[in-house]
């Protein structure tokens, strides 16, 4: 028994489009898409973003070491001109000691020369008293009188026996009360008187002359000792000048000292300030080369991303343009569905956007921007320990 069959058919027209369709379907899915020309492209680095990595990871790392070495090398300095401030310091102490024991020396010494010099004068003041016309009657012998008495009488009696010698001789010739024995008794007389005034003035001359000596002799011993004293005086006054003199050169010494000691010490606070001024470089240092790789940084950040909307607008318009026979194809045969079934098509494009490469990139560059404030806290960290 045969079998009947029978088919619903969709309009001539329908048919025509459904034939239609499929064979621009056939002729459009025939050849492979090239996707070459609408694949994702990423901008390369921009110049100034290639300057900036080079600049973080050539010089910026560790910029701030130099000058923390020169730091170093300074505060080595400071402690050396320290040490020799010191050192100038107490060799200016020992020549201020040694002056000071020069001026209590150059004290010692003038009082010695005062002492000297009055001693001198008491000199001086009793040779006065062995000068003058009556300087001689301190050194009379108080024995001189009695010798003269003595000499004297010893002289009355020689003069005695010589008158009974004339008297003898004239009672010897018979003119014993005669003229002539009176005559040679006068003259005799006479003679003796002469010859005893001649004697006691020579007595007297010579106590005389011998006190006046004696006194001279005074006079001169308290002169030369006069003249002593003031030579030993002027000695000691001499020693207290060269002490004066030693004290001046020790205190010049002490005070040249003192001023090297000085200098020695500005010269250290020189050096401590460079030493501050290299920290302070230090700190600086990792700061302008964080602003300048943030600053070539940001503007290769907007080069690339001008490139990257140029790829990524090509890429767009060569995705398009490869996908559109596909597009008008989607919808033909969604029109050619809606028509045969009744029912209002709805057409779902096959092009749908994904993020871009440069959304990717500037996701990218956000985490850089962590990345570079990172890097430049950890410089600043590590300058600051």
Known sequence: MAVQQTQALPPQYVEDLQKDYGTQLTATTAAPLNTFDFAPKVAGQDQAQTDAYDLATGQGIGAFQDYLNQAGTYDTGAAGFQTGAQQYGTQAAGALGTAGTSLANAGIYGTQAAGSLGGAGAYGTAAGGFSGPQAYQQFMSP????????????????AASGMQGIADRATMAGNLGGGREGVMRSQYQNKSDLNRALLQSGLLQQGFTQANQLSNQAFGQQRSLADLQRGISEGQRNLGQLELGTADRELNVGNQL??????????????LNLSKNQQGLAQLAPSLYGQD???????????????QAQLDATREANRLAAYEPYERLGYLGSGIASIASGAPGQYQSMVTPNPTPLQNALGIAGVGAGLM?????????????
């Open 373 to 385: 404030t990172g890097y430049g806290d950890l410089l600043r960290g590590q300058n600051t320990t």
């Open 293 to 307: 790789i943030n600053t070539l940084r940001s503007a290769g950040a907007g080069q690339q991303a001008q490139e």
């Open 143 to 158: 024995y001189q009188q009695d010798v003269i008495d003595a000499t004297l009488s010893e002289y009355d009696t020689q």
């Open 258 to 271: 003192m001023n090297l000691g000085t200098q020695q010490m500005n010269l250290g606070d020189q050096q």
